[in-house]
């Protein structure tokens, strides 16, 4: 399915979510590129990115799979939207250990209010590149000036 933009300049917003999230800046994911409807983004594994046993923190993964999902929503919005995350559900297919995380991903059903996107993350070490972790996102489509007012229910 082709995706089309509601807003010709929707890279200014989608720049601003890849690059403003003070969460996401401090665990560094880094966008890759996106188009309408999808998103790709990467993160160098360091040592805080780690949980107890050596393995990248499931946490960590949640978080990058939501971000990049609602990035790749905002390609689709209104100049006066912001994306939401409302609901996403991740299953950890495998332990991830490598020194690069990857995420891809992709708009399944651009509604109006409701954006239902799929995140695929990847742990690539030197020699290859696994899935590990696959997310369902459910993002809510909100109109800033209803925001801004707490005219949002």
């Known amino acids: 399915m082709k995706m089309e933009p509601k807003y010709p300049n929707y890279a200014v917003e989608t720049n601003r ?3 403003k999230a003070p969460f996401i800046s401090d665990l560094g994911i880094q966008p890759v590129h996106f188009k309408p409807g999808k ?5 160098k594994l360091v040592k805080r990115h780690f949980q107890q ?3 990248v923190h499931a946490a960590v993964q949640a978080a990058m799979a939501d971000h990049t999902a609602g990035a790749a929503a905002s390609t689709l919005i209104e100049q006066d939207e912001i994306i939401l995350t409302a609901e996403y559900k991740i299953n ?3 332990a991830a250990k490598g020194k690069i995380m990857t995420c891809t991903a992709s708009v399944l059903k651009p509604g109006r209010r409701l954006i ?3 995140s ?3 742990c690539e070490t030197l020699e290859k590149s696994k899935m ?4 369902m996102v459910t993002l809510a489509v909100v109109r800033t000036s209803s925001y801004l007012q707490g005219k949002e229910d």
């Open 17 to 19: 979510i890849l690059s």
């Open 39 to 43: 998103c790709k983004t990467k993160l």
């Open 53 to 55: 046993d050596g393995y």
């Open 92 to 94: 950890f297919l495998r």
């Open 116 to 118: 239902v996107a799929e």
């Open 120 to 122: 695929v993350v990847y």
């Open 132 to 135: 590990v972790s696959k997310a």
